[in-house]
């Protein structure tokens, strides 16, 4: 089992940057999967970023290309979305989650999921 804990989320104004963290509990973090997603109140949720157990491979969303950056450090058990360039509509519940291989989209194909950060993007 692995538990995920989101930190970093705030109020921000337009063209600020957040960095988000994820802390991973348990030894088998380095073999997963690791991913962003986030849902605005009244939408669905939506994938953000995802990256491969190694950190050698990414898949971003068409709207966040070239303005995030996720990366992980598995010896620290964390996995960071770099958030720059932000806009009002980034504005949402941010979450982390975990999966075995592949950087699916789909938020069910994601096995473990935090509890979620708030994103506030003033305009």
């Known amino acids: 089992q692995v538990q995920l804990v989101e930190s970093g989320g705030g109020l921000v104004q337009t063209g600020g940057s957040l960095r988000l963290s994820c802390a991973a509990s348990g030894s088998t973090f380095s073999y997963l999967s690791a991913g962003w997603f986030r849902q605005a109140p009244g939408k669905e949720r939506e994938f953000v970023a995802a990256i491969n157990r190694s950190g050698s491979t990414t898949n971003y969303a068409d709207s966040v290309k070239g303005r995030f950056t996720i990366s992980r450090d598995n010896a620290k058990n964390t996995v960071w979305l770099q958030m720059n360039s932000l806009k009002p509509e980034d504005t949402s519940v941010y979450y982390c989650?975990?999966?075995?291989?592949?950087?699916?989209?789909?938020?069910?194909?994601?096995?473990?999921w935090g509890q979620g950060t708030q994103v506030t993007v003033s305009s």
């Open positions: 989650a975990a999966r075995g291989l592949g950087l699916l989209t789909t938020p069910d194909e994601w096995h473990f």
